[in-house]
């Protein structure tokens, strides 16, 4: 590979970085996460998880990107001490980018194709479980995406993903707004904002606490190397704390106003409890009952398609860096491969509901489930928690050298009574609810 490519500005790091943690997280499993798990109690513990777990977590990641000026599968080598082998946790990250990859921009293709069908008006004739079983137009969308988003990458990283990542994701915000306002004119809304903002202490459980912990990275895109990548991209201007929290805000912001779901599910007396389909059967009936709702419907999923291809071009982005560091690949001839490499794996998920029935778990239960539970489940808790411990302890890349990189540039600094939670607590968290989850989980 010739000299690292740069970032040409902060707003371009934080708007990828935020870009890249927003998306589906956000917009499709944070609704339907926070109605399955009590409402108000989940998004409790959620934002609670965030700034406990995954604050830390990611500013820890910025550090190690930037210091090891490299992609996540040759970090860990060149910032461990001689004889060790963290650099096997940098393969595992590989695989997670491409585990997620295999069901999200499936995902994606599903809101791509309700954006079309509302924005032609032909939105009365449709519904989700005849999309997902129609493998023609799975794979067809699948295809899109893909050709899409490595189109996009082929590029330079200024010219292209930096580009396009800063005009998607302001007008994202803006759409965002619109929409929230919006449904706050609705008759439910105070029921809705009330079941979504109130806590009901009572409906909280072990299991509510590991969904909240497992959506807060997902939704973060920590613990894989999604921000690690970006922080090699960038100089050493800034502090990383104050980075992060301005990446974690934009992303809680998201999630946030993405609970304009609820005042809508309340109105029109919808379940909310509807899991993975509650943002497509749900707001296709919301809008197909509300004046003007075709175009209000063309809007929101167009917002959607901007955040859920936010993240599609951001951990693509990283694996196409990762391939490139393995290889020596140019980014035309890597963008190739990985676009055809991640095109036939999703085609798992695409054809999961037509072609390919496969019952991982409860019945149910499909390849989605599968690379999900993979990621969300495992990747993202464990990479953290091996974050965590590399970031901290001797035996690692150790404390001091950790503080020194996230602390170097103007902003705010990771401050010495914080070592007690990065070193002990963090990594005690992961590991216990990741257990916990482990042992409570619905295998059959």
């Known amino acids: 590979m010739n000299e690292r490519e740069r970032l040409s500005s902060r707003l371009g790091f934080i708007m990828l970085s935020a870009g890249c943690a927003i998306g589906c997280g956000n917009v499709w499993k944070f609704p339907w996460m926070c109605g399955s798990n009590g409402g108000g109690s989940f998004m409790l513990l959620y934002i609670l998880c965030l700034l406990v777990l995954g604050l830390p977590v990611m500013v820890m990641e910025f550090a190690v990107g930037r210091a090891a000026q490299a992609s996540p599968v040759t970090m860990y080598q060149r910032l461990e001490k001689p004889g060790h082998k963290w650099g096997v946790f940098g393969v595992v990250s590989l695989i997670g980018n491409i585990a997620i990859m295999a069901f999200y921009t499936v995902v994606t293709g599903w809101i791509l194709y309700y954006f079309v069908k509302f924005l032609t008006g032909q ?151 509807a899991g993975p389909s509650l943002l497509f059967d749900t707001m296709a009936g919301v809008f197909g009952n509300m004046a003007g709702g075709r175009w209000w419907g063309a809007l929101f999923f167009l917002f959607m398609v901007f955040a859920a291809l936010s993240t599609v071009l951001g951990v693509c982005e990283n694996i196409l860096a990762m391939v490139r560091e393995l290889t020596g690949w140019s980014r ?113």
């Open 123 to 273: 939105h009365a004739d449709f519904g989700f479980a005849q999309m997902i079983a129609d493998p023609g137009l799975n794979v067809t969308y699948l295809l899109v995406v893909v050709i899409a988003a490595f189109v996009l990458l082929s590029f330079n990283l200024q010219g292209g993903l930096e580009r396009v990542t800063k005009y998607m994701m302001s007008a994202l915000l803006v759409l965002m707004l619109v929409l929230a306002v919006h449904s706050l004119t609705f008759a439910g809304a105070a029921e809705g904002l009330r079941f979504y903002l109130v806590p009901d202490f009572s409906a909280i459980d072990g299991g509510v606490i590991v969904a909240a912990m497992n959506q807060a990275f997902f939704s973060l895109s920590v613990g894989m190397g999604g921000m690690a990548i970006f922080g090699s991209y960038i100089g050493k201007d800034h502090a990383l704390m104050g980075e992060s929290l301005r990446v974690i805000f934009l992303d809680t912001f998201v999630a946030v106003l993405a609970g304009i779901i609820f005042p809508a599910c309340f109105t029109y007396g919808l379940e909310v409890t």
């Open 332 to 444: 035309p001839k890597g963008c190739v491969v990985c676009g055809v490499g991640i095109f036939l794996l999703a085609l798992t998920t695409a054809l999961g509901y037509s072609v390919l029935h496969f019952q991982p778990f409860a019945p149910g239960s499909a390849w989605l489930d599968f690379w999900d539970f993979i990621v969300s489940n495992n990747v993202l808790p464990l990479g953290s928690l091996v974050l965590a411990l590399f970031c901290c302890n001797r035996f690692g890349w150790g404390w001091d050298n950790f503080v020194a990189e996230a602390n170097t540039g103007r902003g705010l600094k990771v401050r010495p009574w914080m070592k007690p939670i990065f070193k002990y607590f963090v990594p005690g968290a992961i590991l216990f609810i990741y257990i916990y989850g482990m042992v409570t989980f619905h295998w059959r």
